[in-house]
């Protein structure tokens, strides 16, 4: 099995960014949904964090329809650059990666995983969920989009030979730290904004509430 951060981190957050970089859109349905749900708390989200940013794209969308601060952790020095260059408003954007988040000193309002936690190596996963906890407020909020299959099932990583994808309900591991509720759960696909029938295609945004 491949260290899947230390893929990330060398070469295939690089080019996961070089694949994707023409299909970057400034405006996402699934973030305006995400946006929509929080809008009745728009005056207590001030800061957001978002790990996996990638090209930093879906972080400027939320901190422009919530007028917050933004901050991007994400492996891909190219995406960090792009997104540092083209969304420096109100966001910034650091390399790292999501299992060793310690050098960040603050908590954020809003804690936001987009399409990260299916690549975070299993032995580590752990980590990244505790480390995520300890950065969201208590009486904030942390929101998830991800996989979501109706059980947990592993798929090659096409892209990398040796790495993985990993599917499983995330939202559920932070529910079951027994602080968290689940608020918003929207399934949805990459082919049409609605529930897929094929498990292997099904997508959720879930949005939790850290109990205060
Ligand atoms: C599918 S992309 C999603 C990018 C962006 N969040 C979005 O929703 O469009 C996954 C991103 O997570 C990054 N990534 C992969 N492993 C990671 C890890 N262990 N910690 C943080 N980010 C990671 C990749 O480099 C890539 O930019």
Not at 43 to 67: F, H
Not at 78 to 101: E, P, Q
Not at 128 to 142: N, R, S, Y
Request: net charge neutral; hydrophobic share 35%.
């Amino acid at each position: 099995m491949k260290n899947q951060e230390l893929a990330f981190t060398s070469n295939e957050g690089d080019n996961w960014f070089i694949r994707n970089k023409s299909k970057i859109k400034e405006n996402s349905a699934e973030i305006s949904l995400l946006c929509n749900w929080l809008m009745p708390y728009q005056n207590q989200i001030d800061t957001i964090l978002e790990i996996g940013s990638g090209p930093g794209n879906k972080l400027a969308q939320i901190c422009w329809q919530l007028n917050a601060m933004g901050w991007g952790v994400e492996p891909s020095k190219k995406a960090v650059d792009f997104a540092n260059k083209n969304y420096n408003k109100n966001c910034k954007f650091t390399l790292a990666t999501a299992d060793n988040l310690s050098f960040i000193n603050i908590t954020f309002d809003l804690v936001h995983f987009g399409f990260c936690l299916y690549l975070v190596s299993r032995n580590k996963l752990n980590t990244v969920i505790e480390q995520a906890d300890k950065l969201v407020k208590p009486g904030k909020f942390l929101s998830i989009i991800d996989f979501d299959p109706r059980t947990s099932f592993e798929n090659d990583y096409i892209h990398f030979e040796g790495l993985k994808s990993y599917k499983t309900n995330y939202y559920k591991m932070f529910c079951d730290l027994g602080n968290y509720s689940l608020i918003n759960k929207f399934s949805f696909s990459e082919k049409s904004f609605c529930f897929s029938k094929k498990e292997d295609d099904r997508i959720c945004l879930s949005l939790l509430y850290k109990e205060n």
